[in-house]
C-alpha cells in the first residue's frame, strides 16, 4: 500500500516500527489514527461530487472513494491494534519481542 505518513508536518512513516525509545511506539498509534482519519474524510467527502457531476459519475466518484479509502481505514486499525496490544502487554510488565 503506498504510504504517505512522512510528507506531513510531524507525521511518520508507517512502513516499519519507529525505535524503540522515545516513545515511538506510542508515536506509531498516534499516527495511524491520523492517517485513518484522513482517510475517512476523503471518503466522506464523496457525497459532495453528487452536487456538480451527474449521477452515474456520481455513484462512480463515491464508490471509488470508498474502495480506495476503507482498506486503508482497515489497515490502520489493525496496525493500530497490534501496537496497542503491545503497549498493554509492557504497561504490565510482561515482555516480548513479537507482534501478536
Same mark, same amino acid.
Given at each position: 500500500? /503506498?504510504?504517505?505518513? !512522512?510528507?506531513?508536518?510531524?507525521? =511518520?512513516?508507517?512502513?516499519?516500527?519507529?525505535?524503540?525509545?522515545?516513545?515511538? +511506539?506510542?508515536?506509531?498509534? =498516534?499516527?495511524?489514527?491520523? !492517517?485513518?482519519?484522513?482517510?475517512?474524510?476523503?471518503?466522506?467527502?464523496? /457525497? +459532495?461530487?453528487?452536487?456538480?457531476?451527474? /449521477? *452515474?459519475?456520481? =455513484?462512480?466518484?463515491?464508490? #471509488? *472513494? +470508498?474502495?480506495?479509502?476503507? /482498506?486503508?481505514?482497515?489497515?490502520?486499525? #489493525?496496525?493500530?491494534?497490534?501496537?496497542?496490544? =503491545? +503497549?498493554?502487554?509492557?504497561?504490565?510488565?510482561?515482555?516480548?519481542?513479537?507482534?501478536?
Amino acid at each position: 500500500m /503506498p504510504e504517505a505518513g !512522512a510528507w506531513f508536518a510531524g507525521g =511518520v512513516s508507517k512502513r516499519h516500527l519507529p525505535a524503540d525509545g522515545a516513545g515511538g +511506539l506510542e508515536r506509531f498509534v =498516534v499516527e495511524t489514527r491520523r !492517517a485513518e482519519l484522513g482517510h475517512w474524510l476523503a471518503a466522506a467527502s464523496g /457525497p +459532495l461530487f453528487v452536487l456538480w457531476n451527474p /449521477p *452515474g459519475a456520481a =455513484v462512480a466518484l463515491v464508490t #471509488y *472513494g +470508498l474502495v480506495a479509502n476503507l /482498506p486503508c481505514v482497515a489497515i490502520q486499525r #489493525y496496525n493500530r491494534l497490534r501496537a496497542e496490544r =503491545v +503497549l498493554a502487554r509492557r504497561s504490565r510488565g510482561t515482555t516480548g519481542s513479537s507482534i501478536p
